[in-house]
């Protein structure tokens, strides 16, 4: 059974950002809702001001998909470019997947270059996040971080696996 809204989501502890997508939006906008939240600690924040942080953005999220009515989503792997960082990332990826699980969200991993592939068509080597804010812009999306246009190429990777409308691009 196809749902009715999925999420995408883009995580990262300073800008997590989250879309809700009904799968029958047919590329209109002003059914597409998007949140961000994280927040910046001070370099020498305690363990336990880290953990809270984790836990806050993760019950945000949680809140974000069940005022949507998502019931599935799609959630960027984890690219860990930043190797300093690796593991707050994974410990927020796994918080957060916890916690929509047992909200009754199903769960996708998308590879995010395949997800950029997808909507662009071919993947700049430089600024790729920039190139996907753009496209979606460009298109009619009212977002204002590339965060929240990241999540919005998880979803519309996830539309595609589902059938529903999406953005695509074939390369040149």
Not at 23 to 29: S, Y
Not at 33 to 50: H, N, P, W
Not at 135 to 162: I, K, P, Q
Request: aromatic letters at 6%.
């Amino acid at each position: 059974m196809t749902p009715s809204v999925i999420l995408g989501l883009d995580l990262s502890v300073t800008a997590a950002a989250a879309v809700a997508v009904p799968c029958a939006w047919d590329g209109d906008w002003s059914r597409v809702e998007s949140v961000v939240v994280g927040e910046r600690l001070r370099r020498d924040a305690t363990d336990a001001e880290r953990a809270r942080r984790t836990e806050t953005i993760a019950d945000r999220l949680v809140a974000f998909a069940r005022s949507t009515g998502a019931t599935l989503a799609f959630i960027e792997g984890y690219a860990f470019s930043r190797v300093t960082a690796a593991h707050t990332l994974g410990e927020l990826g796994g918080v957060v997947r916890l916690e929509l699980v047992r909200a009754g969200v199903e769960l996708h991993t998308v590879n995010m270059a395949s997800a950029r592939k997808l909507l662009l068509g071919k993947v700049p080597r430089t600024d790729p996040k920039v190139a996907v804010f753009t496209a979606l812009r460009a298109s009619g999306a009212r977002f204002e971080t590339c965060d929240e246009s990241d999540a919005m190429a998880v979803a519309n990777y996830g539309l595609a696996e589902l059938g529903g409308f999406f953005f695509g691009q074939v390369a040149a």
